[in-house]
């Protein structure tokens, strides 16, 4: 675990630093562990991350989305993404906000552009880390509502369709 949130923290500080991403400590990681979901490389390296930040019983920012730039165009940013969604549909969160200067990303992933007064809480926060110091770029919000996941049907056995 701890491990992780070091390797996780390596990641995600050298985008931070170019203000594409809040900085992080290792205790903040560490401490939120249960909500990252990350890909790692054949000798076990975390090489891509997201997380789940959730606001309300219902709503939730992926944040922290980084892949290692080697990696870049592998679809290591759309997997930790989905792997976020699934976390948050376990935790019966229906919406789902994400900031980034890499419009075609959400997009792809299905994501809508938005306004980030929608998110008080999240502008609330960015107020709170501007107060502390920390420098805040402007970026584009992207939303997403979570179906319900889709389950296949159940298949009606042979003998049972035959009336047996
Ligand atoms: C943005 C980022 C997470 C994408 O990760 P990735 O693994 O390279 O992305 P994927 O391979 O899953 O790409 C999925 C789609 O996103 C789009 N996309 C990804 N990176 C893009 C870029 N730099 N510019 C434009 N579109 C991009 C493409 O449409 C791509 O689909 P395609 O490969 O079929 O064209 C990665 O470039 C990164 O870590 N960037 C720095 C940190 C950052 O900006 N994070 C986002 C803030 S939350």
């Known amino acids: 675990m701890r491990a992780d949130a070091g390797q ?3 990641l995600v500080n050298p985008y931070a630093a170019q203000g594409l991403m809040l900085p992080r400590t290792l ?3 560490a401490s939120r562990i249960d909500s990252y979901v ?3 490389d054949a000798g076990g390296r975390v090489i891509a991350c997201a997380a789940l930040e959730e606001y309300s019983p219902s709503l939730a920012e992926v944040s922290s989305v980084a892949v290692a730039p080697a990696h870049h165009g592998n679809g290591l ?3 930790v993404v989905l792997g976020v969604e699934r976390v948050a549909r376990s935790r019966d969160i229906e919406e789902l906000f994400a900031l980034s200067l890499t419009d075609q990303f959400f997009l792809s992933l299905s994501y809508k552009p938005t306004t980030i007064s929608r998110y ?4 609330a926060r960015y107020d709170a880390l501007s107060r502390s110091g920390v420098d ?3 970026k584009r919000c992207f939303q997403k509502t979570l179906g319900k996941e889709w389950n296949p049907p159940r298949l009606v056995s042979r003998r049972r369709a035959r009336g047996a």
């Open 120 to 123: 008080p809480e999240k502008l």
């Open 27 to 29: 205790d903040q990681i």
């Open 8 to 10: 996780i923290l390596e």
């Open 77 to 79: 940013g759309t997997q």
């Open 136 to 138: 805040i770029v402007p």
């Open 38 to 40: 990350v890909a790692a």
